[in-house]
C-alpha cells in the first residue's frame, strides 16, 4: 500500500527507499501510518516532486541538501520551498535534471537561494551575468562560485520558464563571455604592475555564434596588436586558458593559425598574411563565428573586420565547395561505429549536417547578401529562407530539426555537466531523457517511444535536407561566379553579358532586369539563380534566345509556387533546364505548352524513354477515363500525354549528349527512335478506342492499324508523321457496304482527332502508302487488300510493305495482315532483273523529283547522296531479293536488316559499316536539326547558329570539320549503296 500510494507521485524507487526519505526519519513528508503526505504543504512540495525528469533523483538530492544545511547551520531549505512557489519549481526542476548541479548544491547548501524569487515577485535574472565584487579582480575560487551561481540561473530557467532554445544558448555565451573577461582580469592583474599587453580575445565555433552549450569547449583566437605585446601577451593568454579550466570548461585555441602548432597568440598583420596565403577553405568557414568576447575589443573588432573581405571570397575559390562537403565526410568518418546511430552532434542527421549546409550557403551567397552574415545558425537560417535561398518548408524542417536536437544535447550534458553529444542505450537514461524533454504518455505511446518517434524523424530530415542543400549543382555553379557579378548592377551585368558572347547584351539585360526587378521572393531568388544560368546559356550557339526563353516560361511560371523551388532545391533542374532553353526550341515549344513537364528534369529515371507496354496502358487508362466527355475532350487529353512523351525523349536527347544526365551516355538514335515510335503507337491506340466510341459499328467488326515507313521500322523521328495503312474484316451476317462504311467513318473520325487543332505538335496520320495511293479507298477489309497485293500490285508496294507491322486495334487481324504482307514482301523466287531496274528508276526519279529546291543533295539527310533514303533503298532491295531464304532480313528495322545482310554474306562488311555509319549520322542529324530549329527540316546547313546548335549536340566538334566527317561518311556510304544497286 505504501509503495503504491508513493507510485502516484512518479517514484520508481518506491518502497522502502522513497518511504525512508519522506518519512520521520528523513523530510518528515509523508504520515507512514496514514500512507499519505503529512499535511498539506508537504502534498505540494510531493507534487513538484513528482513533476521533475526523475523523481527519485530529486528526491535523493533534496534529502542531501536538507542533510548538509543541517550539518552547515545554513536556512532551511525545506521550509523556503514550501514558502516561496518560484523556487519549489526551480529547486526541484535543476535537482531531478542535473546531478552535478545537485552535488554543487550539496558541496555550497546556502547557493539554494539564488533560485528564490525576488522581491518584486519576479525570477531571479538568468541572462549570463557574473555576480562578482568591483573592487579588483576575483580570485579564481570566487570566479568559479560566480560562475555556478549564474549557471544554475540559467538551468532554471531553461527547465521551467518555457525559454525558447536562443534565449538559453545566448545566455550560455553571454557567461562565457564574462568567465572570459573575468579571468583575462585576473591574468592581466598577475602581470604585477607590467605592462598591459593590447590583447584580443575573438570568440569562434558556437561561442562566437552565440549558440553554446552547457558543456562546451569554448573556442577562441588571440590576437595581438604589434610584436612588442607578444611575449605578455601568451603569458595573459596561457593564464587564461588555465584559468577558465579550473572555474568551468576548457578553452580551445585550435582554430588560430597553423592550429596547435602554430604560436598562440598573433599579432594583427600576421592574422592577415597567413589567411590571405595560407588559409584553407575550414579555416574561413570558422571564422563565420567569430566575435570579439574578452580583452580588447576594439582590436578584436578590428580583426574581424580587416579578416571580413577575405571571408566573403572564399567560396569563389575552386575548390571552395568540396572542400567543406568533404570535410563534412570526414567527420562522419572518424565517428566510432557503435555511436554512428546515436551521435546527434556529428553523426549522419545530427547538428553538423545543419550547420555545414547552413555554412556553405553563407560562404557562397553572403558574398553579396549582408543579411546572411549572422554568426548564429538559426538566424543564418531564417536569413536564408527570407532571401530566398532555401524553401520555407525546408527552412521551417531544419528549424524544428535544429532546435530538437540541440535540445537534446543540452539536457544530455545538463545531466553530469559532461560534455557528450550520444544518445546512452540504458533504458533507464533514455526514459530520463525523454522525460528531461517533456515527454509523457500521450496517444499510446509512451514517453520513450514519442522520443524515439520524433528523433527519428528529425534526423531522416536532416539527412535528406542536409544532401538536398549541400550537394546542389547549383551552388558549385553560383559559388564560381564572382561576388561583383552576383550583384548584377546594370553595368556589371551588360559587362558580363558581352564577356560570354550573348549578341545583344542591352536586350538580354532588359530581361534579367525584368525578372530581377523588386524586393520580392520571387526576384531574390532570380538573383540567385541567373548569375549561374548566364554561363550555360553562353554556352549555346544563341545564348540570347536562351534567355529570352527562360524569360518566356519564367512569365509564365513565375507566381507558380512550385517552379522556382524546383530550379534553386531539386538537384540538376536549373543547369539542364538552362541548356534545354538554350540547344532545343522543339523541346522550348514544348515546355511553354505545358509547364508542369519541368519536373521531368529533377530525375534521371524520368529522363528515359518508356516502354511501350507502360505507354500503350497509360494512354488508353486515360482515354477510358473521358469515357463520359465528348471524343475530342478525351483526345486532348490523350495529345496532352503525348506532348509530355516528346518533351521527355527530347530532353534526354538533348541532355544526354549535353553532359547532364547519369550516367554520362548519349541516347542514341535507335533508342530515340523507339521511344517516339512507342509513343506513337500508344497514341493511335488511345484515338482508335475513343474514335470506336465515337463511331459505333456493327458488333465483331475487327478493325486494325497497321504501322507502315518509319513507324513500322521503329524509326520515327520528331518530325515523322504516322504512316499507316486500316484494315477491317467484316462479321457474319453484316452487309459489305454497313462494314466498309463504319470502318470508313473509324478511319476518318481518327483521323480527325488527332489532326485537330490543340497546343501540342500535330500527329500527320498519312494513309498514302496504301493501295492505289491517296486514289484508292482510305479503308479495305482483309479480304480486299489480298485481292490487290496478289493481282495489282507493283513492285514499289511491296518494297513499302517491307516495313508494315501491327500497331494497334484487333491483334489477330493484325497477325493475318502481317502474314499476307508477308507473301508480297517476300517473294518466293526474289526479284526479276526488270523489277530491280524498275527500283533503280523509281529510286532516280525520287532523288530528282522529291528533292526540295534548292536542296544540296551532298548534305541532305533524307535524300541526299548517302543518307538515309540511299541506305533504306539498297537494304531493301536486298530484302526484296534474299529474305524468302535469309530469316534474318524479316526485320521492319533497318540496320537489324543491314546487320543479317552482312551476316549472310550479302554485301561487304566494310560496306555494311559504311552504310550503318551514315544511315545512323544522318538519322542524328535530322533529329538535332529538329530539336535546334524547332521546325522539320532535312537539310544540314554549311555555317550559321543552326548548324552549330546541331553540332553542340552531336558532339560539340567545330562545325567545319563536322561538316566534312559527314560529307566523308555519307560519300563512303554513297559508294556502298551503288555497289549494292549495281550486283
Excluded at 520555407?392 to 555537466?417: A, I, K, M, N, P
Aim: proline share 5%.
Amino acid at each position: 500500500m505504501r509503495s503504491g500510494r508513493l507510485a502516484r507521485y512518479g517514484f520508481r524507487d518506491n518502497s522502502a527507499r522513497a518511504a525512508d526519505l519522506l518519512g520521520p526519519d528523513g523530510l518528515r513528508l509523508w504520515d507512514v501510518a496514514a500512507h499519505e503526505p503529512a499535511d498539506a504543504d508537504a502534498a505540494e512540495l510531493l507534487t513538484a516532486l513528482s513533476r521533475a525528469a526523475d523523481p527519485d533523483l530529486a528526491l535523493r538530492q533534496l534529502h542531501r541538501l536538507v542533510e548538509a544545511e543541517q550539518r552547515a547551520g545554513a536556512p532551511a531549505v525545506v521550509e523556503a520551498m514550501v514558502a516561496d512557489a518560484g523556487l519549489r519549481r526551480r529547486l526541484v526542476a535543476v535537482l531531478g535534471a542535473s546531478s552535478a548541479l545537485g552535488d554543487h548544491l550539496v558541496a555550497n547548501p546556502a547557493e539554494f537561494r539564488v533560485l528564490a524569487t525576488g522581491r518584486n515577485g519576479q525570477a531571479p535574472a538568468a541572462e549570463g551575468a557574473l555576480e562578482l565584487a568591483t573592487d579588483g579582480p576575483p580570485s579564481v575560487a570566487a570566479l568559479r562560485l560566480a560562475y555556478r551561481r549564474a549557471l544554475l540561473r540559467v538551468a532554471a530557467a531553461d527547465l521551467t520558464a518555457g525559454r525558447g532554445l536562443e534565449q538559453t544558448t545566448a545566455a550560455l555565451s553571454a557567461l562565457a563571455d564574462a568567465t572570459l573577461q573575468a579571468a583575462y582580469g585576473i591574468a592581466v592583474a598577475e602581470l604585477h604592475g607590467g605592462p598591459e599587453p593590447r590583447l584580443a580575445v575573438v570568440a569562434m565555433g558556437k561561442c562566437g555564434g552565440n549558440e553554446l552549450n552547457y558543456v562546451s569547449d569554448v573556442d577562441v583566437i588571440f590576437v595581438v596588436a604589434g610584436d612588442d605585446d607578444i611575449a605578455t601577451g601568451t603569458t595573459v593568454a596561457a593564464r587564461l586558458i588555465e584559468i577558465c579550466g579550473l572555474v568551468a570548461w576548457p578553452v580551445d585555441a585550435a582554430l588560430r593559425p597553423e592550429g596547435s602548432r602554430g604560436p598562440l597568440v598573433r599579432t594583427l598583420a600576421s592574422h592577415l598574411a597567413y589567411y590571405r596565403r595560407w588559409a584553407r577553405t575550414w579555416e574561413f568557414q570558422a571564422l563565420l563565428k567569430a566575435r570579439p568576447a574578452a580583452g580588447d575589443l576594439e582590436l578584436g573588432r578590428a580583426w574581424v573586420d580587416e579578416l571580413e573581405p577575405l571571408v566573403w571570397h572564399a567560396a569563389e575559390r575552386p575548390e571552395a565547395v568540396e572542400d567543406t562537403r568533404a570535410m563534412r565526410r570526414r567527420i562522419i568518418d572518424n565517428i566510432p561505429h557503435n555511436q554512428m546511430d546515436r551521435e546527434i552532434k556529428r553523426g549522419p542527421g545530427g547538428l553538423r549536417d545543419i550547420e555545414f549546409a547552413v555554412q556553405l550557403l553563407q560562404l557562397v551567397h553572403g558574398r553579396t547578401d549582408p543579411s546572411l552574415r549572422d554568426p548564429g545558425t538559426l538566424p543564418a537560417l531564417r536569413a536564408l529562407v527570407a532571401g530566398g535561398y532555401v524553401g520555407r518548408q525546408d527552412g521551417e524542417t531544419l528549424l524544428r530539426g535544429y532546435v530538437f536536437l540541440r535540445s537534446v544535447e543540452h539536457r544530455l550534458q545538463l545531466q553530469q555537466l559532461k560534455r557528450t553529444h550520444v544518445v546512452p542505450t540504458d533504458d533507464d537514461a533514455v526514459r530520463w531523457l525523454a522525460h528531461a524533454l517533456g515527454y509523457t504518455h500521450e496517444h499510446g505511446l509512451s514517453a520513450v517511444e514519442a522520443f524515439r518517434r520524433d528523433w527519428v524523424e528529425h534526423a531522416a530530415n536532416v539527412r535528406r535536407l542536409h544532401a538536398k542543400l549541400l550537394y546542389r549543382p547549383l551552388l558549385e555553379s553560383v559559388a564560381r561566379v564572382s561576388a561583383e557579378d552576383l550583384r548584377m548592377t546594370p553595368d556589371s551585368a551588360r559587362k558580363r553579358l558581352s564577356l560570354l558572347g550573348f549578341a545583344d547584351p542591352a536586350g538580354s539585360l532588359r530581361h534579367i532586369e525584368s525578372l530581377t526587378a523588386g524586393v520580392s521572393r520571387t526576384a531574390a531568388i532570380q538573383r540567385t539563380l541567373l548569375p549561374a544560368l548566364l554561363p550555360d546559356f553562353a554556352d549555346a550557339p544563341e545564348p540570347d534566345r536562351g534567355l529570352l526563353n527562360y524569360r518566356q516560361v519564367s512569365d509564365k511560371l513565375g507566381s507558380t509556387p512550385w517552379y522556382l523551388r524546383l530550379l534553386r532545391d531539386e538537384g540538376p533542374v536549373a543547369r539542364r533546364f538552362a541548356r534545354v532553353l538554350s540547344l532545343s526550341r522543339y523541346a522550348t515549344d514544348l515546355l511553354v505548352r505545358d509547364p508542369e513537364a519541368l519536373r521531368l528534369l529533377a530525375d534521371d529515371a524520368e529522363l528515359v524513354p518508356r516502354a511501350a507496354d507502360v505507354l500503350c496502358a497509360g494512354f488508353t487508362a486515360v482515354a477510358e477515363r473521358h469515357a463520359d466527355s465528348d471524343a475530342q475532350a478525351a483526345t486532348v487529353a490523350v495529345r496532352a500525354l503525348r506532348r509530355r512523351e516528346l518533351f521527355r525523349i527530347a530532353c534526354a536527347d538533348v541532355l544526354s549528349r549535353a553532359g547532364s544526365l547519369t550516367p554520362d551516355r548519349p541516347v542514341g538514335v535507335e533508342t530515340v527512335g523507339s521511344g517516339l515510335t512507342a509513343v506513337t503507337d500508344a497514341t493511335l491506340e488511345a484515338a482508335l478506342l475513343i474514335a470506336r466510341r465515337a463511331r459505333p459499328a456493327p458488333e465483331g467488326l475487327r478493325f486494325a492499324v497497321i504501322g507502315m515507313g518509319r513507324l513500322g521500322g521503329y524509326e520515327m523521328s520528331y518530325p515523322s508523321d504516322a504512316d499507316v495503312l486500316f484494315v477491317y474484316d467484316k462479321p457474319a451476317g453484316v452487309a459489305d457496304d454497313a462494314a466498309s462504311s463504319a470502318a470508313l467513318a473509324i478511319a476518318e473520325e481518327l483521323r480527325r482527332l488527332l489532326a485537330a487543332p490543340a497546343p501540342d505538335p500535330e500527329l500527320g496520320v498519312d494513309a498514302g502508302l496504301r493501295p492505289e495511293g491517296r486514289q484508292g479507298p482510305l479503308v479495305r477489309s482483309l479480304a480486299a487488300y489480298g485481292a490487290y497485293y496478289s493481282r495489282w500490285s507493283k513492285v514499289w508496294e511491296a518494297q513499302a510493305l517491307l516495313r508494315a507491322r501491327f500497331v494497334c486495334g484487333d491483334a489477330d487481324l493484325g497477325a493475318e495482315f502481317e502474314a499476307l504482307a508477308d507473301r508480297v514482301r517476300y517473294p518466293r523466287d526474289g526479284l526479276t532483273r526488270e523489277q530491280i531496274v524498275e527500283i533503280k528508276r523509281i529510286k532516280a526519279r525520287v532523288e530528282t523529283e522529291r528533292l526540295p529546291r534548292g536542296a544540296d543533295p551532298a548534305t541532305h539527310a533524307k535524300l541526299g547522296r548517302g543518307g538515309l533514303a540511299d541506305v533504306e533503298w539498297a537494304v531493301q532491295l536486298l530484302q526484296l531479293r534474299h529474305a524468302r531464304t535469309v530469316p534474318g532480313l524479316r526485320s521492319t528495322r533497318t540496320l537489324d536488316a543491314l546487320a543479317a545482310a552482312r551476316d549472310a554474306e550479302l554485301l561487304d562488311g566494310g560496306d555494311a559499316t559504311a552504310m550503318a555509319a551514315s544511315w545512323t549520322l544522318a538519322a542524328q542529324v535530322r533529329n538535332a536539326l529538329t530539336l535546334v530549329r524547332g521546325r522539320p527540316t532535312d537539310q544540314l546547313p554549311r555555317h550559321g547558329p543552326e548548324l552549330a546548335g546541331t553540332v553542340q549536340l552531336l558532339g560539340g566538334r567545330d562545325p567545319g570539320e563536322f561538316v566534312d566527317h559527314y560529307l566523308r561518311v555519307t560519300r563512303w556510304s554513297r559508294a556502298a549503296v551503288e555497289r549494292v544497286l549495281d550486283a
